[in-house]
């Protein structure tokens, strides 16, 4: 199986900040990787796919990158209702595979 | 409006059985993959599976390797309603269970979710 790691595991921002999450594959998938995000007590929302495709409804402030094995989420201005936790997904082979998780909060 | 729901969670002895249901609405469930994924108290997201449709070709179905063997996917395109078989059950198959409609091979809409407790 493909083991995804992020970076960090937590991380504290404030209203405004950037922040940029780290994904990595223990081998190459291309760009089959998606981002997700989940808040407390809530169902996980799909924010990107095939590493930089932003899923419709999803704000700008939201971007992806990287391929074969290296992948970020960043987010440009951090608003209220971006903290919350996010995870990366790969989809390239089965079985398909989650990250751990990075949790967002002030 | 796409709308999935999930049915037949609920507290079950190790060791047995449990089917989980995910009714569907709003699409054209034969286009799409149907996949599955839990989350343990606490716990982070995992994929438990998928069922894919007649135009993927291939494999119809993939499972994670904790649940190979004794989990099933199944469809039934007919009623739009996609199962999740669950067999010798173990405590840490715990989790809340969603299924989810894949676009792009990523979970692009989620159900709510329905709760499995395994415990004697």
């Known amino acids: 199986d493909i083991q995804m790691t992020q970076s960090p595991s937590s991380v504290s921002a404030s209203v405004g900040d950037g922040v940029t999450i780290s994904c990595r594959a223990s081998q190459g998938i291309g760009s089959w990787l998606a981002w997700y995000q989940q808040k407390a007590g809530k169902v996980p929302k799909l924010l990107i796919y095939g590493a930089s495709n932003l899923q419709g409804g999803v704000p700008s402030r939201f971007s992806g990158s990287g391929s074969g094995t290296e992948f970020t989420l960043t987010i440009s201005s951090l608003q209220p209702e971006d903290f919350a936790t996010y995870y990366c997904?790969?989809?390239?082979?089965?079985?398909?595979?989650f990250g751990p998780g990075t949790k967002v909060d002030i | 409006e796409v709308q999935l729901v999930e049915s037949g969670g609920g507290l079950v002895q190790p060791g047995r059985s449990l089917r989980l249901s995910c009714t569907t609405s709003g699409f054209a469930f034969g286009d799409y993959a149907i996949a599955w994924v839990r989350q343990g108290p606490g716990q982070g997201l995992e994929w438990v599976g998928v069922?894919?449709?007649?135009?993927?070709?291939?494999?119809?179905?993939e499972y994670a390797t904790s649940v190979r063997g004794r989990f099933i996917l199944s469809r039934d395109d007919s009623k739009s309603i996609a199962h999740l078989q669950m067999n010798s059950l173990k405590p840490e198959d715990t989790a809340v269970y969603y299924c989810?409609?894949?676009?792009?091979?990523?979970?692009?809409?989620w159900g709510q979710g329905t709760l499995v407790t395994v415990s004697s």
């Open positions: 989810t409609r894949e676009e792009f091979d990523a979970s692009e809409t």
């Open positions: 997904q790969q989809s390239n082979s089965f079985p398909f595979t």
């Open positions: 069922s894919r449709n007649k135009a993927s070709g291939g494999t119809r179905t």
